[in-house]
């Protein structure tokens, strides 16, 4: 999710790349504060709950009132529904936007059920998918949502060439998808939605398409009235739906919520609104505010800080500290991205050889509340998982051989490639975490060109694909969009992938693209033991250096509330937070 991207896209506070993680601890995915993160990733399901209704169960102990002050190093890019693919703004959106289906956390596990409509009939040849809506929803404004909102709120996904960083699927997956070009080149007219009466949506498939109903619940779902559609502007003031809408926001550094009191909580089965309002805040040292948020003085008593444990602080997190401590679990893999059409097999193998893994996860703050060392594309957490033998150097751990690299580039006459990728300048620990991997990889014999760029433009410089780069393009990570491997492999692997702006690698291999739809394509208990072949296969190309598993690891306020985890963005489930007086 995004997702993470991604869903979403995640990575170390230090690594200026922005999110929290994926994890083992407590069996209900609180903030219980276990001795240790002595457990495993656990695998999810598919679960599905039809006949959900509100309004949401209520939280016990949770009550009404407070702001809570919800605190990031790494900047959100966009709040434009359409655009929105990183697990923080996904996360974040859902206080702001209601979708087809939605995702209830239970037990910490996720359970689709539906939330602005049902969860979708598919037709016998499944190429056509029919949504019930719920009557009555209204927006921010009192207006009411209808169908042909959520129409065109698809057809604007389509526009990609504006919402760049947006997901994907319905490019490959819809009818015609890879022809229109939106409601702003090719005006409202597409054969792939249709809408019928006052509460039907129907979608038309070019290819089947199983998990539909789970990639509903993404924003870029979310109705949007045409004439309230300000295009790039519109991200800077949405439209609600969900139970909280903007009051003020500087984009970069801050965010004010406020209730919306034209949510209404009995049409909705997973959301609640016990806070007056959210106060975001980015921009500011993760290991400092950390610090702040355990001390708890004055209002930090009230905040949470999202960004995952810096180790230096985990010999803090003892006795009543322990309760500060919230661990969860999450879907993502993270990575360092290596550009395949710009950088040769052999001296990717390079790379992978001198890569200092060990010295890059002490200089982030890696720890294993938060991260565990990755060597394969799906995390544990994924149906279908399988830990096969690890690709040479592709492990996650290591010093690095230089020597070895060195005398890898000698022999293919490349000494002196040049490396570059774009880092945080504005950060001390990324500027750190940059320099080692430029120092090993100098001693291997590569000329490298760290490029910095502020935190506010990190996120759009690395997802430039014709950026003067060669390394470390965004997505830095994969969480599962949903639980199965068909939200990995279609959406990074394709040759369409690089056009969507979600590649891993940057592949284009009309043969692989053939494997993945052929798997794609198979009903989920044929697929899902299949796609552990592909992982390794992919792998073996060393188009990106696995480097974590991430787990959910944060620190919150002594007056926050019990928080729990949601699983599908590796983040805390903002829904269902409150403070305690």
Not at 173 to 200: H, L
């Amino acid at each position: 999710m995004a997702r993470r991207f991604n869903v979403a896209v995640a990575a170390t506070a230090a690594l200026a790349l922005g999110l929290a993680g994926c994890s083992s601890p407590s069996s209900n995915n609180d903030s219980s504060g276990g001795d240790t993160d002595s457990g495993k990733i656990s695998t999810q399901s598919n679960a599905t709950d039809p006949n959900a209704k509100g309004p949401a169960k209520e939280i016990e102990g949770a009550r009404p009132g407070g702001v809570l002050t919800v605190q990031a190093q790494t900047t959100p890019n966009t709040f434009d529904p359409t655009d929105i693919y990183y697990v923080d703004s996904n996360q974040i959106g859902k206080l702001l936007f209601r979708t087809p289906t939605q995702f209830d956390i239970r037990d910490g596990k996720p359970t689709l059920v539906p939330d602005l409509t049902d969860l979708g009939t598919p037709s016998a040849d499944k190429l056509t998918w029919t949504f019930k809506m719920q009557p009555g929803i209204k927006y921010e404004d009192g207006t009411e949502v209808k169908v042909e909102d959520l129409a065109y709120a698809i057809k604007r996904s389509f526009a990609h060439d504006v919402f760049v960083n947006g997901p994907a699927y319905q490019l490959s997956y819809f009818k015609d998808g890879d022809k229109y070009k939106g409601p702003y080149k090719d005006g409202e007219t597409y054969s792939g939605v249709e809408t019928q009466g006052t509460d039907t949506l129907i979608i038309h498939l070019k290819t089947p398409f199983q998990d539909l109903p789970f990639y509903m619940t993404f924003p870029m779902f979310t109705p949007i009235p045409k004439a309230k559609d300000t295009r790039q502007e519109y991200k800077n003031k949405p439209l609600a739906t969900g139970p909280y809408k903007f009051k003020t926001y500087q984009a970069g550094t801050s965010l004010v919520l406020e209730k919306n009191t034209n949510w209404d909580p009995n049409t909705d089965a997973a959301r609640h609104q016990y806070l007056d309002g959210f106060n975001f805040q980015w921009g500011g040292d993760a290991v400092k505010s950390q610090q702040a948020v355990l001390n708890s003085n004055g209002q930090d008593a009230n905040a949470i800080n999202y960004d995952v444990l810096d180790a230096s602080l985990i010999p803090q997190i003892t006795g009543e500290k322990k309760a500060q401590l919230v661990q969860g679990e999450s879907p993502c893999t993270i990575v360092w991205q290596l550009d395949s059409r710009k950088i040769p097999l052999e001296i990717r193998k390079a790379v992978a050889k001198a890569y200092p893994n060990d010295q890059i996860w002490k200089a982030s703050g890696l720890n294993d509340y938060v991260a565990e060392p990755a060597s394969t594309v799906m995390p544990p957490s994924v149906p279908g998982y399988e830990k096969y033998a690890p690709v040479a150097d592709l492990t996650g751990t290591g010093a690095g051989d230089p020597a070895a690299a060195k005398a890898m580039l000698e022999a293919a006459g490349k000494v002196g490639f040049e490396l570059s990728y774009y880092y945080d300048n504005t950060k001390p620990l990324a500027q750190q975490v940059s320099q080692i991997k430029a120092d090993a990889l100098t001693k291997a014999g590569f000329k490298v060109k760290p490029i910095g760029v502020s935190t506010a433009d990190l996120r759009t410089k690395k997802g430039d694909y014709d950026a003067p780069v060669n390394m470390g393009q965004s997505p830095a990570g994969w969480c599962s969009d949903w639980p199965a491997g068909g939200s990995w492999f279609p959406v990074l692997f394709r040759s369409q992938s690089i056009a969507e702006g979600q590649s891993w690698g940057m592949l284009s291999d009309a043969a692989l693209d053939k494997e993945i739809n052929d798997v794609a394509n198979l009903p989920a208990e044929e697929s899902t033991s299949k796609w552990a072949a592909l992982d390794k296969k992919i792998m073996e190309q060393y188009i990106a250096l696995p480097t974590y598993y991430d787990k959910l690891a944060v620190v919150q306020g002594t007056n926050v509330g019990t928080t729990t985890g949601d699983p599908t963005m590796g983040m805390p489930n903002f829904s269902n937070m409150y403070l305690k007086s």
